[in-house]
């Protein structure tokens, strides 16, 4: 496989938004089974959202550690493209049960999203710098 620093800009957000899904996107799916339930189980409801949550921390980690500047940028960018798909599977679930599609929700979910691939962007980073450090002797 390829270094990271080889690849396109283009590929490595793409390969980090994959790597994020990996996570997110089960709980998705996991998320529209439980939603179609009558009572639905809020508790685990919420979990889903969670599970989703860190797959976009993930991305931006992803994301922000193969890059050397703008980490948090890309990051957000990364979790911002697992969103998407993962939105797709939330919007099929609510067509599929009959409920409304609410678009602020959608709208309000992206920009959490964006934040949280942003931030583990950040942490992608530090840790990029941390290792670039260790790897030039300096403790």
């Given amino acids: 496989m390829e270094p990271a620093a080889e690849l396109s800009p283009t590929v490595r957000v793409a390969r980090a938004a994959a790597i994020g899904l990996l996570v997110a996107m089960p709980a998705a799916l996991a998320n529209v089974a439980l939603a179609g339930q009558d009572p639905k189980p809020v508790g685990a409801l919420n ?45 099929s679930g609510r067509l599929d049960r009959g409920d409304p599609i609410r678009p602020v929700g959608i709208v309000i979910f992206g920009l959490f999203a964006a934040c949280v691939g942003a931030m583990g962007g950040q942490f992608g980073a530090a840790r990029r710098a941390r290792k670039e450090m260790r790897a030039e002797g300096t403790p």
Avoid: D, E, H
């Avoid at 860190?54 to 940028?73: D, E, P, Q, R």
């Fill in 47 to 91: 979990l889903t959202f969670l599970v989703m949550a860190i797959g976009f921390f993930l991305a931006g980690l992803v994301a922000g550690s193969s890059f050397a500047t703008a980490a948090a940028k890309r990051g957000a960018t990364a979790a911002l493209v697992a969103f998407v798909l993962v939105q797709l599977v939330g919007i």
